[in-house]
């Protein structure tokens, strides 16, 4: 209702992704696991910032290459084919007509009626021939187009296979101070407000969480950002437990933290959490 932005933060009273076709898009998070990525660094919790992913799919679309070149090659063996069997009918309509002499027929006109038949059978295949050779230099012309992309692709291919044996590198700068919150991490001296990650008492591994530390010394764990509608929020009741979007150091990009990292925090301790709630509309007033 006249608003554009919306952030949650949660914070503790007390100090604590026909021939040729290409595909590609997504507005979800790329779910790593141990199958699907070559290096899975626990830190990251369920993300990790590679592109092994993109050489499966670029061999996956290979094979299917492979079978549209394959087509290719059978209809060209079929015209082939057609080809021949041109020829074999020209050689039998020469074969009624031989070239020695044969006694008359009735009259001239009989002949010359004959003669334009076969000049029209003739034309016809003639015919026949030349719309094989075009649809024959189509297919080559879209052979050699084919190949130059199937070559590009397959240089690729090699330069993400080359990335892939790298280690993942984190290029996004995260705090190295921890805590169960982002209070907890305030209290251990932390004064910037950025990336850490947190470990919850009962979580059984760590997780990534932006932490906006004010002036007082106050820790707010941002449960969500909402800035321009570049994130479909529009989600299912496992995305939503799971959370969605992506993190950024700035504070720039939209996101839902997941209901069970949320749980996680506030049901870890006795002491009450605040929930804070700001709202910004088109002309910068916030609420």
Not at 111 to 132: A, C, D, G, P, W
Not at 232 to 254: C, I, M, N
Request: glycine share 6%.
């Amino acid at each position: 209702s006249g608003t554009d932005m919306m952030v949650l933060r949660l914070g503790s009273w007390a100090p604590l992704g026909p021939l040729l076709s290409l595909l590609f898009s997504t507005s979800m998070a790329y779910i790593a696991t141990r199958e699907n990525c070559c290096i899975l660094d626990e830190r990251f919790g369920s993300y990790c910032p590679t592109t092994c992913g993109i050489a499966d799919f670029f061999n996956k679309y290979h094979l299917t290459m492979d079978n549209e070149l394959q087509e290719m090659d059978r209809i060209l063996r079929q015209i082939t084919n057609s080809t021949g069997t041109t020829e074999h009918l020209i050689q039998h309509i020469q074969s009624l007509y031989p070239p020695e002499k044969q006694p008359l027929q009735n009259s001239v006109a009989d002949f010359t009626q004959k003669s334009r038949k076969i000049i029209e059978e003739i034309i016809r295949y003639e015919n026949t021939i030349l719309s094989h050779e075009s649809t024959i230099q189509q297919l080559t012309d879209t052979h050699i187009l084919n190949s130059n992309k199937i070559a590009q692709l397959k240089q690729k291919i090699a330069q993400l296979e080359a990335r892939c044996q790298e280690p993942c590198r984190n290029m996004v700068e995260i705090d190295e101070v921890t805590g169960r919150d982002c209070q907890d991490i305030a209290n251990k001296g932390a004064r910037k407000s950025g990336l850490y990650f947190i470990k919850p008492q009962k979580a059984k591994q760590s997780f990534l969480v932006y932490c906006e530390i004010d002036s007082y010394g106050n820790g707010w764990t941002v449960l969500q950002r909402r800035l321009d509608g570049s994130e479909d929020f529009k989600k299912s009741w496992v995305q939503y437990k799971e959370g969605f979007g992506h993190l950024s150091p700035d504070d720039t990009t939209e996101f839902w933290l997941g209901n069970e990292k949320i749980h996680l925090i506030t049901t870890q301790s006795t002491l009450p959490y605040t929930l804070r709630i700001e709202l910004e509309d088109w002309d910068g007033k916030k609420g």
